[in-house]
């Protein structure tokens, strides 16, 4: 591991990679290096969700994270800098990448791939005053890949140069495959190796990836993680057998489970919250359908926690070990 010299982010996924997601996986199973926390949404009339704000508070997070603005206004994102700025914050990201349509047809997201000029004229006046690091997560485009071909000069105008790039198009959203020649193209054009993102499930994919991208030291990784928390450590060599896994998991889910208890109303949303977990954490195990379903018919708390004691104490088969 010691010879490992690339950097594994941990990707936002909203609602589910919080801090508390985020310190869990780090104190059980490890290997992320940083983490981007989930875009915070700014509004016209100034309001910002406090708890959002809160996820990105360098003190509570074991991570170095970074926290992401969603919007198409310099003053708002320049407030939610400022803000994360007192709060230990180093860095600040524009997201440029988010694909759904309610979000991308306000132009936000990757609904700012196709507006060229307002691209120019933000970023332009984010760069000139932001208090922290500056640096953007994109699509290939919001309809085509074509689009990378205006809007990566654009970035590369305004200086930035610590860019993420999805490897697909924001029309997409997380279906069909990723476009590996599209992410080429990018990659051709911009001066500094980007961060990859996109459809990174198990070592040998990350291993093909880094083959085929011999320059890209730094690797965003997000749903396929969720679906196996030990991804990112086996990325980076670690081994583990059915025994150490499921008392690394164990560990991790009851911190996750404790942490939203614990918060603010954590009660009134901790089935949602745990749902959503378990959407992706079933398929750690073999009999995923099964698993989700014991998870998905909780109705109360305490339905969960019998739910969690039938699966933590059946022999159910992980398919998840060695990546």
């Known amino acids: 591991m ?77 407030e939610v800098a400022h803000i994360f700025e007192e709060q230990g914050v180093e860095q600040v990201n524009l997201n ?34 932001c208090p922290l690091p500056f640096s953007v997560k994109i699509r290939l485009g919001r309809e085509d890949c074509s689009e990378s071909d205006t809007i990566i000069p654009i970035i590369n105008n305004n200086g930035i140069d610590d860019v993420t790039v999805h490897a697909r198009i924001g029309k997409q959203i997380y279906k069909g495959e990723v476009d ?28 093909s990836y880094k083959k085929r991208f011999p320059t890209i030291k730094k690797w965003m990784i997000g749903r396929g993680l969720l679906s196996n928390p030990a991804l990112l450590a086996q990325i980076k060599g670690e081994t583990f057998n059915e025994s150490a896994y499921r008392e690394k998991l164990i560990t991790m889910h009851n911190e996750i489970a404790k942490g939203h208890l614990e918060y603010d109303n954590g009660r009134s949303d901790f089935l949602n919250k745990m749902k959503g977990q378990w959407f992706y954490l079933s398929e750690t195990f073999e009999d995923t359908h099964k698993v989700f379903k014991k998870i998905k018919k909780s109705r109360t708390i305490e339905q969960y926690d019998e739910a969690i004691e039938w699966i933590f104490e059946q022999d159910i088969s992980l398919n998840v070990l060695n990546g």
Do not use: W
């Open 96 to 129: 440029m990448g988010c694909p759904y349509p309610m979000v991308a047809n306000r132009t936000k997201g990757s609904g700012l791939l196709l507006h060229p000029e307002k691209l120019d004229k933000l970023l332009n006046g984010i760069q000139k005053d």
């Open 180 to 207: 590996l020649d599209g992410f080429q193209r990018c990659l051709d054009l911009l001066p500094n190796p980007p961060c990859y993102n996109g459809d990174i499930k198990t070592v040998e994919h990350f291993n």
């Open 2 to 78: 010691n010879s490992f010299d690339h950097h594994l982010v941990l990707a936002p996924i909203r609602g589910i990679t919080n801090y508390i997601y985020r310190n869990a996986i780090t104190r059980s199973f490890g290997g992320a290096d940083s983490a981007l926390a989930p875009y915070i949404v700014t509004k016209s009339d100034g309001e910002l969700n406090k708890r959002q704000l809160h996820d990105v508070t360098a003190s509570i997070n074991l991570l170095p994270t970074v926290g992401q603005v969603l919007t198409k206004e310099i003053d708002q994102f320049l």
